[in-house]
C-alpha cells in the first residue's frame, strides 16, 4: 500500500478495547479539526470533526477530545474492531483559509 | 452519489517526462483540493480551486507543477519535467462550502518518477 516506507508510530490494541490516538497540533489559530482513517489503497475518509468553542465531540463509537490550552487533540474508538485498522491522521483548519495542515498519522493495528 | 474520483491510480514515468493527473470532484462541489505525500512526509497541500478559479496555490512545489480547472468541473495536475522528488501519492479533494469545510478526498494517484 500507500503507507510502505512511512515510519508512522503505530497502537497496537486487542479487539474490543478502547483506542486512542492521539495529535498535537501547531497552529494556535487553528479553529477546525478533523479526524481521518485512510485504509490501505484508499483516501482519507472523514470520521468526525470538532470547532474549536468545542473541548469534546461524539459519533458513533468515536469521541474526539479537544484540548486548546496545550493543542492537543484526541480520537477514542470505543470497542476497537478489526475494521478498524488503518492510518489515522488529524488535521487543522483555520477558517480563514481552506488549507488542511495535516499531522503525521498513527497506524492502528487491532489484533485478533 | 460518487466520491472524488481520482487517474490514473498509478502512474509510472522516467525522470524529464510528462505526467497528467486527473481529479474528478463530487457533482457540486465548488471547492476543489490537490494535496501530495511524498515518502515519508505528511499529506501538504498543494493548491484549491473555487469553481475555476485559483484561490491559494501556495504549496504548489513549483513552476513544474500546473494545475488546471476548466469550466469549474473536473481538474487536472500535470507535472513536467517531472524529477525524481516527485514521487508520492497525490490527492484531490472536494468540498461544498466553507461553512462546514468537510473535505473529501479520492483514493489518489502513486505517481512513481524513475
Known amino acids: 500500500g500507500e503507507s510502505v516506507g512511512l515510519h508512522l508510530p503505530t497502537l497496537s490494541v486487542q479487539e474490543g478495547d478502547n483506542s486512542i490516538i492521539n495529535c498535537a497540533y501547531s497552529?494556535?489559530?487553528?479553529?477546525?479539526f478533523i479526524w481521518y482513517k485512510q485504509e490501505s489503497g484508499k483516501g482519507p475518509q472523514f470520521i468526525i470533526d470538532?470547532?474549536?468553542?468545542?473541548d469534546k465531540r461524539q459519533g458513533q463509537r468515536v469521541t474526539v477530545l479537544l484540548n486548546k490550552t496545550v493543542k492537543h487533540l484526541s480520537l477514542q474508538i470505543a470497542a476497537t474492531q478489526p475494521g478498524d485498522s488503518a492510518v489515522y491522521f488529524c488535521?487543522?483548519?483555520?477558517?480563514?483559509?481552506?488549507?488542511?495542515?495535516f499531522g503525521t498519522g498513527t497506524r492502528l493495528k487491532v489484533l485478533a | 452519489e460518487a466520491g472524488v474520483t481520482q487517474f490514473p491510480s498509478h502512474s509510472v514515468i522516467e525522470k524529464g517526462q510528462t505526467v497528467t493527473l486527473r481529479c474528478d470532484p463530487i457533482s457540486g462541489h465548488d471547492n476543489l483540493y490537490w494535496y501530495r505525500r511524498v515518502m515519508g512526509k505528511e499529506i501538504k497541500f498543494l493548491l484549491h480551486?473555487?469553481?475555476?478559479?485559483?484561490?491559494?496555490e501556495s504549496g504548489m512545489p513549483n513552476n513544474r507543477f500546473l494545475a488546471e480547472r476548466t469550466g469549474g468541473t473536473y481538474s487536472t495536475l500535470k507535472v513536467q519535467p517531472a524529477e525524481l522528488e516527485d514521487s508520492g501519492v497525490y490527492f484531490c479533494?472536494?468540498?461544498?462550502?466553507?461553512?462546514?469545510?468537510?473535505?473529501?478526498f479520492g483514493a489518489g494517484t502513486r505517481l512513481s518518477v524513475l
Open positions: 497552529n494556535s489559530a487553528s479553529d477546525y
Open positions: 479533494a472536494s468540498s461544498q462550502d466553507w461553512v462546514k469545510n468537510i473535505q473529501y
Open positions: 488535521a487543522e483548519n483555520n477558517s480563514g483559509t481552506y488549507k488542511y495542515i
Open positions: 480551486f473555487v469553481k475555476e478559479s485559483k484561490q491559494d
Open positions: 470538532i470547532r474549536s468553542n468545542m
